[in-house]
């Protein structure tokens, strides 16, 4: 089994910022993608940012230019900077992964959740 913890999140006027982490931690033989989902009251769960373990990184356009993801494949974490927020922004952000069990397995995983909110 594996587990992604993540820390950080809280409440930040707009025009703040935040950092948020996660730790991945179990049965990794390797991480494929690693990054980070957002679901707002309402809504549903959405891309904010990923990273391949090649580096490449994809970003929702509403976030593009404000925020940083960055990974560290040799400690199995992956980070979110968060710039200029806006209270939009406000959301339980989910750390994800796609892992290699074994040979012939990849399973996704996710985080219990970390909320951010975004005060006008």
């Known amino acids: 089994q594996v587990q992604l913890v993540e820390s950080g999140g809280g409440l930040v006027q707009a025009g703040g910022s935040l950092r948020l982490s996660c730790a991945a931690s179990?049965?990794?033989?390797?991480?494929?993608?690693m990054g980070w989902y957002r679901q707002a009251p309402g809504k549903q769960r959405e891309l904010v940012a990923t990273?391949?373990?090649?580096?490449?990184?994809n970003y929702a356009d509403s976030v593009e230019g404000r925020f940083t993801i960055s990974r560290d494949n040799a400690k199995n974490t992956v980070n979110l900077q968060l710039n200029s927020l806006k209270p939009e922004d406000t959301a339980v952000y989910y750390c994800?992964?796609?892992?290699?069990?074994?040979?012939?397995?990849?399973?996704?995983?996710w985080g219990q959740g970390t909320q951010v909110t975004v005060s006008s």
């Open positions: 994800y992964a796609n892992v290699r069990t074994s040979i012939f397995r990849t399973y996704d995983f």
């Open positions: 179990g049965s990794i033989l390797s991480i494929n993608d």
């Open positions: 990273m391949t373990n090649g580096g490449t990184t």
